[in-house]
């Protein structure tokens, strides 16, 4: 059995933070592919379903975002899941909006939720950093992370969930690169047109001789 964890605060006062954004993914993961129904267990909410053939839990650790580990370890302990079968979903203040990577062990990078995570279970899961962008000076990020996505930003926000619930199941296959990759390629902004002056083979009449 393989697990994936969205990071978040609970609460309707949260739900579109730009901390949430873990939770997001998670629910559109639970929605896309037609899990069962949320309910409560393990200091969280979750979901059973499959993915790639697998038998995959969804945890939306409802403990607040410095205590996620909690939910997390009383959730593998009953399913005996391996700490190497966990993907952890959450924000990233060093990515750019819209940007994503995917991460197998490492440090925390001083994410509270990470820090938990880490406290209770070790360093050796995988996690899902999904950019948010940083607002540029230390003293703004509390501000940053706990505001809501603004109208702008849910155009990307939108789209980058779309693909991440679209190729998840390349996680539980542990097929980390395609996952960036196909996310990657999602996101990239459409190629503009080419006009017949960009095509060396087009007629528009440079080729031409003038009269003598």
Known sequence: MHMLVGLGNPGTEYARNRHNIGFMAADEIVRRHSFAPWRSKFHGEISEGRLAGEKVLVLKPTTYMNESGRAIQAAMTFYKILPSDIVVLHDELDLAGGKLRVKRGGGHAGHNGLRSVHAHIGADYGRVRIGIGHPGDKSRVISHVLKDFSKEEDIWVTKLLDSIADNAGLLIDGDDGLFQTRVATDMAP????????????????????GDA
């Open 190 to 209: 459409p190629k503009p047109a080419k006009s017949d002056s960009d095509n060396p083979d087009s007629d528009n009449g440079s080729n031409q001789k």
